[in-house]
């Protein structure tokens, strides 16, 4: 353990040089997971739009569980606070917080939208 802190560099470096290469050569024409190739996970991307767009909905599939949590989290905590100042007004950050956390998370897809539909469009 002792040689992995002093030496975790190299150990990311090595490790790198040998995942890297077998991810980036992914190549999604005639794949076949059940050969053992590594099939490309994005499809047929091919531009950047694209890209962002894929990205955003890993991030909102991902973000939005997290938000509803979040949101029963501060539920528990108002209810759990029981009329105490203190804990009321960490509940209520909490529940503000999560809050613009979601209005980011949602305001991010609709403005790559606008994004996409402005570049189309200059494009046609």
């Not at 209520?92 to 609709?110: F, M, N, Q, V």
Request: glycine fraction near 8%; proline fraction near 4%.
């Amino acid at each position: 353990m002792h040689f992995l802190k002093d030496n975790w560099r190299k150990a990311a470096f090595i490790t790198y040089s040998f995942v890297l290469p077998v991810v980036s050569l992914a190549d999604n024409t005639n794949c076949d997971p059940a050969s053992g190739q590594i099939c490309n996970p994005l499809g047929t991307t091919s531009s950047i739009p694209d890209l962002i767009q894929k990205i955003l909905e890993g991030v909102i599939k991902i973000g939005i569980p997290i938000v509803a949590l979040a949101v029963i989290y501060s539920g528990f905590l108002f209810v759990f606070a029981r009329g105490n100042s203190e804990k009321l007004g960490k509940a209520k950050d909490a529940l503000l917080y999560t809050l613009i956390g979601a209005a980011i998370l949602l305001g991010s897809w609709a403005i790559a939208e606008m994004i996409q539909a402005t570049v189309t469009g200059l494009g046609s």
